[in-house]
């Protein structure tokens, strides 16, 4: 069975940094997508961003140019590198895993997703 923990959450100030990671066990996810999506409150989960299996990425255009979604298969983990945080970034984070062998990121949403972490969370300060 495979878990997914995310860690590196926490308060941050406006402008600052955050690296989220998200460690897999139970299977190596090597030829699956890998994604974060967030859902702040009283909102709907939405994507933040994904890299395929094969290393493309695509990102959310409220985060491009701000986040980095980035993975190490050999440590079965992905991260996101968030930068120049706002207070609009505040939700929780989640990281997630599907898209079996598919290589176009930008096709790594919501439904695509078969595992999923049970968040950590983000709160950036004003």
């Known amino acids: 069975q495979v878990q997914l923990v995310e860690s590196g959450g926490g308060l941050v100030q406006a402008g600052g940094s955050l690296r989220l990671s998200c460690a897999a066990s139970?299977?190596?996810?090597?030829?699956?997508?890998m994604g974060w999506f967030r859902q702040a409150p009283g909102k709907e989960r939405e994507f933040v961003a994904a890299?395929?299996?094969?290393?493309?990425?695509y990102s959310a255009d409220s985060v491009k140019g701000r986040f980095l979604i980035s993975r190490d298969n050999a440590k079965n983990t992905v991260y996101l590198q968030m930068n120049t945080l706002k207070p609009e970034d505040t939700a929780v984070y989640y990281c997630?895993?599907?898209?079996?062998?598919?290589?176009?990121?930008?096709?790594?949403?919501?439904?695509?997703?078969?595992?999923w972490g049970k968040g950590t969370l983000v709160t950036v300060s004003s």
């Open positions: 139970g299977r190596t996810l090597s030829y699956y997508g």
């Open positions: 890299v395929s299996w094969s290393g493309s990425q």
């Open positions: 997630a895993a599907g898209g079996l062998l598919n290589n176009d990121a930008r096709s790594l949403g919501y439904h695509a997703m078969n595992y």
